[in-house]
């Protein structure tokens, strides 16, 4: 029993952090830490009744060694070393006040670093706060709590307003916070969050909205024989299931948020205009606004537990609000939400080599080991949990996603058995089965080999969710009609792509002596799913996967009717607001085609697998990282223009096409910017036209519109197409940031286009609807 109690009396010990906040990699004693004024983390959690506008607070025990008896946060804590953010949030929770919560209640609001010193100088406190609310519907009964004897005396609640005024007047009874510093975000965020005016959101989201034209995208079916007609219902079921697959994926309390948003859309116009906007971007967060939130945890779904406190007589259970950050996480649901990247590459680089490659791979997730022990702990009743050294471990897709994913395999399958194209059969079965293996290779090839009148991408391919690492891929489906006739007519482009390697303006070192022929497809799209949120591509190049680039090259998708629905809604208004009037008619359809073209073509050739300084093999996506979306797109487009231009010079293009090229290119650049500085293309596109404009190949006209110097675009295409490439060569992240820093921004003559776009109402992008997918859906529904 003796030795029992001093393992119970062990000192706890925390992770010593820098001043700014980096763990450091050393811990020490509890004692130590505040003794000595050491740097370290801790958690708020907030508990915040909706119906009342009140806060929970406690009284803190009298044996505390700071702030004895008085009242403070609902529920606070160390991080203990070794543990994360959320887990000790969960566990402070439940230990204080007798409250079993799921991840999904605990919103991050934001970290406040609180330096003070009490007890005579014998207590310093230097502690950065991770602040977590929990919103429940109505007050929790104070008899539910199971307080924790040795920390917390009583609990009560208090008006967010009544808590302010006593912390402003510096009560005596409470745990002083400076309401005029840091921790005023707290009132801030609420008061915002519940004293919006309902109108003034409406006219807001009518206006996001109003940034997207509605169009119909269909094609004729009259190719498709009657098998495949009976396969494209199947197809259209599978891709929605890319959908169910990608809300996950985006955000873990996204498809409850999801689900109530589209129950509740007929309660009032503010209910309908979420609904509408949240469709289009398929998380609470604006695509076109920097990623910024339009929904707040307020507006989230409802759940009951029956079960999160002790039972009261007549209390149903706990309602609360499921979460979700107003800064969308770098990570999405691909990493743990309080997991950093020096958390990772500690674990990483702790792992065979095999394993690193795995867990730098596309095809899974990142979960912790603590999390699903915390979670094992609430429904056995077992005691504390803590993190292993190796908290960090892989979950393959095929495991993460099974129910969906077997869902899936089992409809391609049987569109499988109906097809009438040997390719699409091959394709279909063989990505059903990498649903279940999680082996994509096969079926990718397939994909590349595809010869079929009814044209399929289904799977995981785009990383441009994962903002942290670029690692993780996500799930998102094409179908479509291909058009033959424009085929046959781009097979030009994908038969000199060697060509153009060897012709591409970097140092020969660096160039690839075994580039393949890429095919291209056009196709008429008939449906979309999974990751399509905000701004809607018009063509794709794939796979992303560096084996099958290395071995077999990339395959391009043209998607003309939605190359059509933009050029024709938004390019050619574009160019009437913001082109000079002489060089307008120079905007046409096919140079924007062909400069799409051309972009997808060119993700297929400079430096993909890597040789690095020290002689070691790599990757451009592994070295750059969270950098690598932006500079390949920028590079995608301006070794595009590089490309068009060597083209005409080899008199494989008709040199007439020069000039369209060029002015159409300049209004695109307004297009693309308006997608946002957060979004890959966006900060691509934006980082291309301030060097040009730099560098005098575009200028800015008295009467505020642009122009195309001819004398000095092609040489300035040539320079910053140099600089991208060797930067990718030589895996130089820093000088991708650097790059991206001066340039990716939003400039005054770029700032001064958007407003004069904005003022005629020119639209961002498009909506599409799909008619004969979705005959297909209601019918089947």
């Not at 000088?735 to 340039?743: C, D, E, G, S, V």
Request: net charge negative; glycine share 4%; hydrophobic share 40%.
């Amino acid at each position: 029993m003796a030795a029992k109690l001093d393992v119970m009396k062990e000192e706890e010990y925390f992770d010593v952090l820098t001043k700014t906040g980096e763990k450091t990699g050393f811990s020490k004693p509890r004692g130590d830490v505040h003794r000595d004024g050491d740097y370290h983390r801790a958690v708020h959690v907030w508990i915040f009744a909706e119906s009342t506008q009140e806060l929970l607070i406690q009284r803190r025990a009298d044996c505390k060694d700071s702030w004895a008896g008085l009242w403070d946060i609902s529920s606070a804590g160390h991080i203990s070393a070794g543990d994360s953010s959320l887990i000790s949030a969960m566990r402070e929770l439940q230990e204080e006040l007798g409250v079993t919560l799921p991840k999904d209640a605990f919103e991050l609001l934001f970290v406040f670093l609180q330096e003070c010193t009490i007890n005579d100088g014998k207590f310093i406190n230097n502690e950065y706060n991770d602040v977590y609310l929990v919103t429940t519907i109505d007050p929790i009964p104070l008899e539910a709590f199971t307080l924790q004897e040795s920390e917390v005396s009583a609990v009560k609640y208090i008006s967010v307003e009544e808590y302010r005024r006593a912390l402003a007047q510096e009560h005596p009874d409470y745990v002083p916070y400076d309401v005029n510093g840091e921790y005023c975000q707290l009132f801030t965020i609420i008061e915002k969050r519940y004293k919006e005016n309902a109108e003034a959101r409406s006219l807001s989201l009518e206006k996001q909205l109003n940034r997207y034209a509605s169009t119909s995208l269909s094609a004729e079916l009259t190719g498709l024989g009657a098998a495949d007609k009976e396969a494209l219902t199947l197809l259209v079921k599978a891709a929605t299931i890319m959908d169910n697959i990608f809300y996950l994926q985006v955000w873990y309390s996204n498809p409850s948020l999801r689900d109530w948003l589209k129950e509740n859309a007929d309660k009032s116009q503010l209910d309908k205009l979420k609904w509408m906007y949240y469709v289009i971007n398929k998380s609470p967060w604006s695509s076109l606004d920097e990623n910024e939130a339009f929904l707040t945890t307020a507006d989230s779904a409802v759940k009951l537990l029956p079960k999160a406190t002790k039972p009261v007589p007549g209390w149903k259970g706990l309602e609360y609000r499921t979460a979700f950050p107003a800064v969308k996480p770098a990570g999405a649901n691909f990493y743990p939400p309080d997991m950093d990247k020096m958390e990772f590459n500690l674990w990483k680089d702790s792992l065979q080599q095999d394993k690193q490659e795995e867990a730098m791979g596309f095809f899974n997730v990142i979960r912790r080991h603590s999390e699903s022990l915390f979670e094992d702990s609430i429904s056995q009743k077992m005691g504390n949990v803590t993190s292993s050294p190796q908290d960090l471990y892989v979950v393959p897709y095929s495991q993460e996603y099974n129910s969906l994913l077997a869902e899936a395999a089992t409809l391609l399958r049987k569109a499988g058995d109906m097809a009438n194209s040997s390719s699409l059969k091959r394709l279909l079965y063989s990505k059903a089965d990498a649903f279940l293996s999680n082996d994509y290779y096969d079926s990718d090839i397939a994909w590349m080999e595809l010869e079929s009148k009814l044209d399929v991408t289904i799977g995981p391919y785009e990383t441009y969710e994962d903002a942290v690492f670029g690692y993780k891929a996500t799930f998102e489906a094409f179908i479509g009609v291909r058009d033959d006739k424009a085929t046959a007519q781009l097979k030009l482009f994908g038969d000199h792509l060697q060509v153009l390697e060897k012709n591409l303006p970097m140092d020969n070192i660096y160039k690839s002596e075994d580039v393949t022929a890429a095919p291209i497809r056009v196709i008429q799209l008939l449906y979309n799913a999974g990751d399509v949120k905000g701004p809607q591509t018009v063509a794709f190049n794939l796979p992303n996967d560096e084996r099958i680039v290395k071995d077999r090259g990339t395959s391009m998708v043209m998607l003309k009717n939605v190359s059509e629905a933009k050029f024709k809604l938004i390019l050619k208004p574009i160019a009437d607001v913001c082109i000079m009037e002489e060089q307008r008619e120079f905007v046409d359809f096919e140079s924007f085609f062909t400069h799409t073209i051309c972009h997808e073509c060119c993700h297929g050739i400079g430096p993909h697998t890597i040789i690095l300084p020290n002689g070691q093999m790599s990757t451009v996506r592994l070295e750059l990282q969270e950098l690598h979306s932006s500079l390949e797109e920028a590079k995608a487009d301006i070794v595009g223009l590089w490309a068009l231009r060597f083209l005409m010079d080899k008199d494989l293009l008709p040199k007439s096409l020069a000039k369209s090229m060029y002015v159409s290119f300049l209004a695109g650049c307004f297009r693309s910017v308006r997608f946002g500085l957060e979004e890959a293309h966006g900060k691509g596109q934006a980082l291309q036209f301030n060097y040009l404009f730099e560098k005098g190949a575009f200028i800015l006209r008295p009467d505020e519109t642009f122009a195309i110097d001819f004398e000095k675009v092609e040489d300035s295409v040539a320079s910053l197409s140099r600089e991208i490439l060797t930067i990718q060569a030589r895996g130089d992240k820093e000088a991708a940031r650097t790059l991206l820093q001066k340039y990716g921004v939003m400039t005054p003559p770029l700032k001064r286009a958007l407003e004069k776009l904005e003022n005629v109402q020119v639209p961002v992008d498009i909506v599409p609807e799909f008619p004969i997918a979705n005959q297909i859906l209601r019918d089947n529904n």
